[in-house]
């Protein structure tokens, strides 16, 4: 029999036993039914984390091999390019098995967010900030993972943060402005989105779940924008961005990686003028290249007499806090 199952089976016979020694009155063999009833749980939990692990480990064995074979093909196209100048890359079946892979690898990974200790820990902040009846936005997968949003809002709610901008917006704009409401403190998020659509979306949303007061969403779409070294590159329009007040918390989890080269760098520089003393900004996806050489420019730039320190990693975003120079 597969451990788990067994795990579970002897789980629900020790909760039967209990329930029946309770009902006929012997408390000592109800106390022993019931230890063996949680050691089961106990049990199953350690054989889930194991049976996951294994997997990740499996996954990134694949992974790696098909990275290896797909550097081989590579090498061969470079060699004799006319044997494959009319082969699509979508074609390429090494290619296919590398994306399969990259994709299960996601899905593991979103379901080591959902590991126990980590839903007890967003168990412990939901019933702490949401106040209404209705669904949650799921976090994990293009939106910010739950370590990171369970960061993000244990701070909104324990520190003295007021102006709180996005750079994107979506489901970490709703966990915000419900934490902001719960706080009973004044507050709002105002979050940049460069697609119209997306941000109707979660307008609606946050009115659903009665949080406008506590949310702006601004359509900033890309422009082509320039930097203080002179270069210049596509970022949000910040025409339309209104704060209330110094932003106490930048949020950069957009524009999408796809639009261009370290597209997320000129939020510093950009915003810098507007960063409080002290101020928290956080950079999302750290583990790609790109953000992680984003990270690196900041921490050795000064813009309007503020510098960046990295203050910590959490999961895969990097928290850096803005000191005045």
Known sequence: ?????????????????T???????APELALAALGVAVL?????LVLAMRSLAESVAKATRTADRARREAKSVASVKESAPRQRQNQRPADDPVLGRLRDTERRLAEIRNAIHRSPGLTAEMIRVYDRVVT??????????????PSTMLWILDRVMSEPVRTIVECGSGTSTVWIATALKARGRDGRVVALEDNDHYA?????ELERLG?????????????DTGLPDDSSQPW???SGLTLPGEIDLLFVD?????????????????????????????????GRPAEDAIVERWSREVHAGRALEVSRTVDRSTVLVARKV
């Open 1 to 17: 029999m597969n451990p788990r199952r067994a795990a579970v089976l002897a789980t629900t016979i020790a909760a039967g036993a």
């Open 19 to 25: 329930v029946v020694a309770a009902a006929v009155g």
């Open 40 to 44: 089961g749980v106990l049990g199953y």
């Open 132 to 145: 209404h009846p209705h669904p949650m936005p799921e976090l994990g997968g293009w939106a910010a993972t």
């Open 200 to 204: 109707e979306i979660t307008r609606a």
């Open 211 to 223: 949080l406008s007061d506590w949310a702006t969403v601004v359509h900033a779409p890309l422009v």
């Open 236 to 238: 949000f329009d910040l």
């Open 254 to 286: 957009g524009p999408p990686s796809r639009v261009a080269p370290q597209v997320r760098y000129p939020a510093f520089p950009l915003l810098a003028d507007r960063l409080a003393a002290n101020a928290v900004v956080i950079l999302d996806d750290t």
